[in-house]
């Protein structure tokens, strides 16, 4: 879903500007005007350019996966077959001082 912005034209408490806020709505279903959450008074959208992403679809799966899994990771209980075991065949001697599994 897009991120929309709106800019209050109305000051906030003791006469500050409030500041711009972002709203995450379906596409097409944002409304000209929304009432600010630091005063109340309508706050008009603004038009911004849009996010579009450089990254390659490689980059971007990688990404996704990452943002589901974020509130509930797969959990994995051994590595899967053709993997090195962790520390060994390595010539770094720092990574003898790492904690090893049980």
């Not at 990452?66 to 993997?83: L, Q, W």
């Not at 520390?87 to 049980?102: W, Y």
């Amino acid at each position: 879903m897009p991120l929309y912005a709106y800019r209050c034209a109305a000051g906030g408490s003791a006469g500050s500007i409030c500041p711009d806020f972002e709203v995450r709505l379906s596409m097409g279903s944002a409304p000209a005007s929304l009432p600010c959450p630091d005063c109340g008074a309508p706050a008009r959208r603004r038009f911004t350019a849009p996010n579009l992403s450089h990254a390659s679809s490689s980059a971007y799966r990688l990404i996704e996966s990452t943002e589901r899994s974020a509130s509930e990771p797969d959990v994995v209980r051994s590595p899967g077959p053709g993997t090195r075991p962790a520390g060994r065949n390595t010539t770094n001697p720092l990574h003898r001082k790492l904690p090893r599994p049980d």
